[in-house]
């Protein structure tokens, strides 16, 4: 006979997150360096829900800072190849100089991700490259 018991924490949590998961298609994607010489990356994700007749499609972008997940990225970054992402959320407050008006951004700095499938391999390199990817159902 098996048996199975759970235990559940009843200590608060201490400290408030935002925090996203997202499964997309990858779009253009940039390896830089900051002023300080920190490495970093950036990307978009496309997400699209829907029937395929019907579908629609949102645009993330995506910034990457952890040194592990830089490394991953750049052995497996490719346009196309589909992920799995969880990121946090950051919200920054920036003024427009031209217009003097105050807007609030919500950044999605990469935590962790995962590769579903990959994207056509294309030749010539990388970065912002334009690929059609047929989705299957």
């Known amino acids: 006979m098996l048996r199975f018991s759970r235990n559940f924490a ?9 925090k996203a998961q997202l499964v997309g298609r990858v779009g253009n994607f940039e390896f830089k ?10 990307y978009s ?3 699209s829900k829907g029937p395929k ?3 629609t499609t949102n645009w993330f972008k995506l910034s990457v800072f952890d040194k592990n997940q830089l490394e991953r990225l750049e052995k497996t970054l490719r346009v196309g190849n589909l992920l799995y992402v969880e990121a946090n959320l950051q919200n920054q407050k ?4 031209e217009t003097q008006k105050t807007s609030i951004r919500t950044n999605f700095v990469q935590r962790n991700f995962e590769v579903i499938s990959w994207g056509k391999k294309q030749e010539g ?3 912002e490259v334009e690929v059609e990817v047929e989705e299957s159902n």
């Open 53 to 55: 007749d019907q579908q």
């Open 125 to 127: 390199g990388e970065g």
């Open 94 to 97: 920036f003024e427009d100089p």
């Open 33 to 42: 360096e900051s002023v300080n010489g920190v490495p970093y990356a950036t």
């Open 45 to 47: 994700l496309a997400v």
């Open 10 to 18: 009843s200590s608060s949590i201490k400290s408030n997150f935002a």
